[in-house]
């Protein structure tokens, strides 16, 4: 019953920004780790973010750190993954999951056989 919705992709320009939101169900949000990977074309799986289940602790891959901010709302079952100053190299697909490990949620994987979601496009182009 595990659902995670993920939105707010799309078409940008080079140092734009965009806010991706991700809507949970079917398991007891705050009580998980959450995180972010993304799927760039011709590439595996790549993490990118996690929290704690307070939302206090955040970890990211070394290539988006100061430009993204994850965060998340436990009253609203919500996770979101703030992205500014975007580069080509951030255009993928984007999906967001419970952390079945915290090894998961802090980029040690994983990943592979775990539920995303349907994702959402992100694409930077000029």
């Known amino acids: 019953q595990v659902q995670l919705v993920e939105s707010g992709g799309g078409l940008v320009q080079p140092g734009g920004s965009l806010r991706l939101s991700c809507a949970a169900s079917?398991?007891?949000?705050?009580?998980?780790?959450m995180y972010w990977v993304r799927q760039a074309p011709g590439k595996g799986l790549e993490w990118v973010s996690g929290?704690?289940?307070?939302?206090?602790?955040?970890y990211y891959v070394k290539s988006v750190k100061g430009r993204f901010t994850i965060s998340r709302d436990n009253a609203k079952n919500m996770l979101y993954l703030q992205m500014n100053s975007l580069k080509s190299e951030d255009t993928a697909v984007y999906y967001c999951?419970?952390?079945?490990?915290?090894?998961?949620?802090?980029?040690?994987?994983?990943?592979?056989?775990?539920?995303w979601g349907q994702g959402t496009q992100v694409t930077v182009s000029s």
């Open positions: 079917g398991f007891t949000f705050s009580s998980y780790w």
């Open positions: 999951a419970h952390a079945h490990s915290t090894a998961q949620a802090i980029g040690l994987g994983p990943y592979e056989d775990d539920y």
């Open positions: 929290i704690n289940r307070g939302g206090e602790d955040t």
